[in-house]
């Protein structure tokens, strides 16, 4: 098993993982079990459209063990509608609905919208001050002026200051491909072109990468994220580490790369083999896409 580190993917459920990640003949409704076999961690996107059922948030409790860790993001009424004013209740609901997954809740994203700029700091501030106790979270800038100068020291000492950690979204890869793909144009509009600085505010660093889809041309800067992992590893840190490819049909192989590059270096523990592989059939049959 994974450790001294948590990795996953964005997502878990898809069907098109049929045959690889997860066994053939594995319903919609086991293939969190069939991933969390594999990855120790995946990031909550679901949670930005909406407030999950308590129901669901029970499903998840039972097909993951203590030690996975789930990363939701606020919900985007939250962060995007609000930008984070008044709305102190609606965090309390929603931490209060994720409460039954116990250790298993992993740092919570508040992810800010590019127009979220440095003039918002002070309202950053006080909304990071009211958040109920009891879980990590970490931020995401995406305007640029938070990544130079006077602002970017700011964040970073006033993160530091309250033990959160600034998440790191490494777009880079994906801006370097070129091609008509419409996943790839669509990640182009979607990911902004921002730096990546390796800057760990608090004791949890969160690295997103988002992939150049041709994998191998990521193994230079792979490489490089793995040396910085080893630092915060030594720094006694626990770093959480999130895969991107656009569609993410190939964030499993992604986080494979990763991971050896990681296990080059230091101990990390084992990536689980995926149970489709060992069960795979001869053929293997089209698959719906299901984004989850």
Known sequence: MIERIYMGLPIWNRADWTGELFAPGTPAGQRLAAYARSFNAVEGNTTFYAVPPAATVARWVEQTSPGFRF???LPRTITHDRLLVNARREVEVFMEVLEPLGPRLGPVLVQLPPRFGPRS????????????????????????????????????????????DRVILDTRGVHEAEGDDPALVEAHRRKPRLPAPAVATASRPVLRYVANPELPANDAR???????????????????????????????????????????????????????????????????????
């Open 121 to 164: 700091l002070p309202t950053l501030e006080d909304f990071l001050l009211a958040l109920p106790p009891g879980a990590p979270y970490a931020v995401e800038v995406r305007h640029p002026g938070y990544f130079e100068g006077a602002a970017a020291q700011e964040l970073d000492a006033m993160l530091g200051e309250l033990g959160i």
């Open 222 to 292: 792979l490489s490089a994220w793995a040396d910085q992992v080893v630092a915060w590893l030594e720094q006694g840190r626990e770093p959480y580490l999130f895969m991107h490819v656009p569609n993410d049909f190939h964030a499993p192989a992604l986080a494979r790369r990763f991971f050896a590059q990681l296990s080059a270096r230091t101990d990390v523990g084992s990536l689980p083999g995926w149970v489709g592989e060992r069960r795979r059939p001869r053929q293997v049959g089209l698959f719906e896409l299901d984004e989850g």
């Open 71 to 73: 990363c939701f993001k």
